[in-house]
C-alpha cells in the first residue's frame, strides 16, 4: 500500500516534468554544497559544518513565470560514524520572486542508499546480526525552504546562489528507528540558459 502510493507520487511528478506549458520550456540546473546532520530541525545545529555532501539537479518551469518548478536532484553525502549515502529524488516546488529575491518551498520523494562505515546489522528474528557492508535501501520524503537572489546575469546566462534548509526523513531505516530524519544547510548556485 505504501509503496503503491509512493509510485503514484513519482509518476505524478515525471508527468508534472513531461508536461511542462510549452511556452516556458526552460530548465534550470543546478550544484550545491549540502552540510548534514542526523537530527531535527535545530537539533546539534552546531555540528552542521563538520560534515559534508554534495548536490546537483535540474528544474523544469511549469508555468510562464518559472515560480512552478518539477525536477530530479542526485546527491551524496557523508556522515562520520553513519557512513555514505547516495541518493536521487523527484521534487516539485514553488519559487515566488521578490524583486532580486526568490523565495521557495519544495517537496518530493526519494530513494537513498547508505553504506555504513564498519559494516551492516540488520534486526532479523528478534536480534541484531551482522549484514556485511551491502547498503541499506530507503525511501525518503525531502522538504525545503529556500532563499535566492537573482542579481546576476551574463548574457544568456542567469545565475542564482542560493542557500536552503532541507529535511529529509528516510522509512525503514530500522525497526527501532522507523523513521530517520537528517537536516541539511545548503550552499548552492543555479543556472539558467
Not at 20 to 31: D, L, P
Request: aromatic fraction near 14%; charge should be positive.
Amino acid at each position: 500500500m505504501k509503496t503503491s502510493k509512493i509510485r503514484m507520487a513519482a509518476a505524478f511528478l515525471l508527468l508534472l516534468l513531461a508536461t511542462g506549458i510549452k511556452a516556458q520550456q526552460k530548465w534550470t540546473y543546478e550544484i550545491g554544497l549540502d552540510f548534514p546532520i542526523v537530527g531535527l530541525p535545530g537539533q546539534n545545529s552546531g555540528n552542521y559544518f563538520k560534515q559534508i555532501g554534495f548536490n546537483a539537479g535540474g528544474y523544469r518551469n511549469l508555468n510562464e513565470n518559472g515560480t512552478l518548478v518539477a525536477g530530479l536532484s542526485l546527491g551524496g553525502f557523508h556522515i562520520r560514524n553513519h557512513g555514505v549515502t547516495w541518493s536521487g529524488s523527484l521534487q516539485a516546488g514553488y519559487r515566488p520572486v521578490i524583486g532580486p529575491v526568490e523565495l521557495g518551498f519544495h517537496l518530493g520523494v526519494g530513494y537513498q542508499i547508505a553504506y555504513a562505515p564498519k559494516g551492516q546489522y540488520e534486526y532479523l528474528d528478534g536480534e541484531w546480526q551482522y549484514a556485511g557492508h551491502s547498503g541499506k535501501g530507503m525511501l525518503f520524503v525531502p522538504v525545503g525552504l529556500r532563499l535566492g537572489y537573482r542579481a546576476i546575469q551574463l548574457g544568456n546566462l542567469e545565475m542564482l546562489p542560493f542557500l536552503e534548509y532541507r529535511l529529509q526523513a528516510a522509512v525503514g531505516y530500522a525497526p527501532a528507528v522507523p523513521i530517520l530524519p537528517v537536516s541539511f544547510l545548503s550552499i548552492g548556485q543555479q543556472f539558467k540558459f
